[in-house]
């Protein structure tokens, strides 16, 4: 699998519509790499990971809903909006 860190929005849209990764898997990638950076960048003042994870668990509860390509999007737009 591609580091999900370096895809664009269009290719995560995609990727979370085909169930290639879950928002828990993408998620986790863009944890990881704030951890391993922000200590030498010192980019984020706080990093909210538990409420970004339960965020991201309850984005792929609404993509295990939905049956439509245009509930997908909409569902990945809402946790964009949210996120």
Same mark, same amino acid.
């Given at each position: 699998?591609?580091?999900? !860190? %370096?895809?664009?929005?269009?290719? =995560? +849209? %995609? @990727?979370?519509?085909? %169930? *290639?990764?879950? $928002? !828990?898997?993408? !998620? @986790?990638?863009?944890? *990881?790499?704030?951890?391993?950076?922000? /200590? %030498?960048?010192?980019?984020?003042?706080?990093?909210? =990971?538990?409420?970004?994870?339960?965020?991201?668990?309850?984005?792929?509860?609404?993509? =295990?809903? &939905? $049956? +439509? /390509? $245009?509930? &997908? &999007?909409?569902? &990945?737009?809402?946790?964009? +909006?949210?996120?």
């Amino acid at each position: 699998m591609t580091d999900l !860190t %370096k895809l664009t929005l269009a290719a =995560a +849209r %995609k @990727g979370l519509a085909d %169930k *290639s990764f879950s $928002s !828990t898997e993408l !998620t @986790g990638a863009y944890l *990881s790499a704030i951890e391993a950076a922000n /200590p %030498k960048l010192n980019a984020y003042v706080a990093v909210t =990971a538990d409420q970004a994870r339960n965020m991201a668990a309850a984005a792929d509860a609404r993509l =295990a809903l &939905v $049956s +439509r /390509p $245009s509930d &997908v &999007v909409e569902a &990945v737009n809402e946790l964009l +909006r949210t996120g």
